[in-house]
């Protein structure tokens, strides 16, 4: 029987915790793993220099704990973007991009990944396009180097939506380091029919974000009262024979009930996979 990895998003934690008790919880609380946010902020981008004393934190807390970071989820390209028509801004993106790939190196991390948009805050067009292809296809070489995976995910707002397009994208820069890393919930915040999706993806897909969403909304939909069709979703994995990791995307934004809705999200999520035939290698929490 194919058994998934479960993890859980950085973001859903608290954050005023030591990486220690971070993790520590984590897998108290049923999760195989946790994924590492590189974000906009440069409190979050300073993990990328090797001197950060974060940074050496959280490689202290993987060795001591019993839970790993497994994929790091690289959003810090809305700011920084691979496709932006400043040159500075492009080269601001590959530093961001090749020093999270060392990160992942360093911290045993199997998975970075890659939003599917060229630009964020510009207008994005063909030559957005191609300078984004271009930076990523330097990124890949440097992720096959270090035997880190790049993930693409589709957005939900510019950009690759569909994994169609990802699987184009991925094509073209032709590197079995480049595939996808679909979010469930912003195929169908685009509109997309969400199964077909993911089963044309069949065999391209590193990793698999899960969050509930409905049209216009993408985020910080609690599980269930989105318009996900988590059932059917999961039954194609399983029938795919999907054995990747999933992970649960959730902003928690340190509020007081916040592990009680990690907890809730996780039993969901874990309901809806069993009934659909696909099992977490974690039963309890």
């Not at 990160?103 to 599917?116: D, P, S």
């Not at 790049?150 to 957005?155: D, K």
């Not at 195929?187 to 990793?207: N, T």
Request: with cysteine.
């Amino acid at each position: 029987m194919r058994e998934v990895r479960l993890g859980v998003y950085e973001k859903a934690l608290p954050t005023s915790l030591p990486w220690s008790e971070r993790l520590n919880l984590a897998r108290d609380l049923g999760f195989d793993y946790v994924e590492l946010s590189i974000d906009e902020s440069e409190q979050r981008q300073a993990r990328l220099d090797p001197r950060s004393a974060e940074r050496r934190e959280i490689r202290r807390a993987i060795a001591e704990t019993d839970t790993a970071v497994f994929s790091i989820c690289l959003s810090a390209h809305r700011r920084h973007s691979l496709g932006s028509a400043d040159p500075a801004t492009r080269a601001r993106a590959k530093e961001i991009l090749d020093a999270s790939i060392e990160l992942a190196a360093e911290l045993g991390v199997r998975i970075v990944q890659i939003a599917g948009y060229a630009v964020y805050y510009e207008d994005e067009t063909p030559e957005s396009f191609d300078r984004f292809r271009d930076g990523l296809a330097d990124g890949t070489a440097a992720a096959a180097r270090a035997g880190v995976m790049l993930g693409i995910e589709n957005m939900d707002t510019v950009g690759i939506a569909s994994l169609r397009h990802g699987i184009v994208l991925a094509d073209e820069i032709g590197s079995p380091w480049l595939q996808l890393y679909p979010d469930l919930g912003n195929l169908v915040e685009r509109g997309l029919d969400a199964r077909s999706e993911i089963e044309f993806a069949k065999g391209r897909m590193v990793a698999v974000h899960a969050k509930d969403a409905r049209p216009g909304e993408p985020r910080r939909v609690p599980f269930g009262e989105g318009d996900v069709p988590f059932g059917s979703l999961f039954a194609q994995l399983a029938a795919d024979g999907y054995a990747g990791p999933l992970l649960i995307e959730m902003w928690n934004d340190d509020a007081e009930d916040s592990l009680t809705r990690l907890k809730d999200a996780r039993t969901w999520v874990t309901e809806r996979m069993r009934e659909a035939g696909l099992p977490t290698r974690r039963v309890g929490a």
